[in-house]
């Protein structure tokens, strides 16, 4: 399942994240890619043990933590500190597959990527090409979000980033390890818990039948949850 998430970030926010990665230090992506992906791996990144990389990562963090819908989608469990990359001068990166368990750096703690996040923090129409393509059941999608929006797609998926043409494609990336493993259950909890949500303010706050379906969600996550 492939979930959107609108305005993560304001367009002060983005403003402000575009001053200070413009002006940062980047490097060559493929320094940190595994073996396969490093020969289809043609961006920059900025140091992940960098202060810049370090504040705005916790800064997206904060408030991821503080969307509903974030929450809702990915159940998070862990979530692999953010990271940061672009694409200018025809930089892409080919079909390739996220690692499975991401060890966070400076520490012992593993992530297993369930969930790829990308956060775009360049205009669509600020560069060309760019397009997140993401293998899935009903063929490919394209993505291609405004800046400050979010995309969370199973990391199960062959993805790549098509060439960019002309300007420069700026975002965040990065991973979540979720309560709920198995994509196709999450799926259904979102969807329940969704429904939830829009019913709520159209029954009475007793409603046997909204509390029986909030019951139905919780002995659920019961059921697939480990924490
Ligand atoms: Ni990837």
């Known amino acids: 399942m492939l979930i959107p998430i609108e305005g993560v970030l304001s367009s002060d926010e983005v403003r402000q994240f575009r001053q200070r990665l413009d002006a940062a230090d980047w490097q060559d992506g493929a320094k940190t890619a595994g073996s396969l992906a490093r020969a289809v791996k043609h961006n920059l990144q900025i140091d992940d043990g960098s202060a810049l990389a370090v504040e705005l990562g916790n800064h997206v963090l904060r408030r991821l933590a503080a969307q509903p819908l974030f929450v809702s989608a990915a159940l998070p469990r862990r979530v692999y500190p953010p990271k940061f990359n672009r694409y200018t001068g025809g930089g892409t990166y080919?079909?390739?597959i996220d690692s499975a368990l991401m060890q966070v750096p400076g520490t012992d703690i593993t992530v297993r990527s369930d969930l790829s996040a990308t956060l775009?923090?360049?205009e669509p129409e600020e560069y060309d090409g760019g397009e997140l393509q993401i293998d899935g059941p009903f063929g490919v999608q394209a993505v291609k979000l405004p800046a400050g929006d979010l995309v969370l797609?199973?990391?199960s998926s062959l993805h790549r980033v098509t060439p960019v043409t002309r300007g420069a494609?700026?975002?965040s990336f990065f991973w979540i390890e979720s309560m709920v493993r198995e994509d196709a259950q999450r799926a259904l909890l979102f969807d329940l818990d969704q429904s939830i949500q829009a019913l709520t303010p159209l029954a009475a706050p007793?409603?046997?039948h909204l509390v029986r379906l909030?019951?139905?969600?919780?002995?659920?996550l019961r059921r697939w949850a480990s924490t």
């Open 169 to 171: 494609r700026v975002a």
């Open 214 to 220: 909030t019951g139905v969600y919780h002995n659920l």
């Open 206 to 208: 007793d409603d046997p």
């Open 120 to 122: 775009f923090l360049s």
């Open 153 to 155: 797609y199973p990391s």
């Open 94 to 96: 080919g079909t390739h």
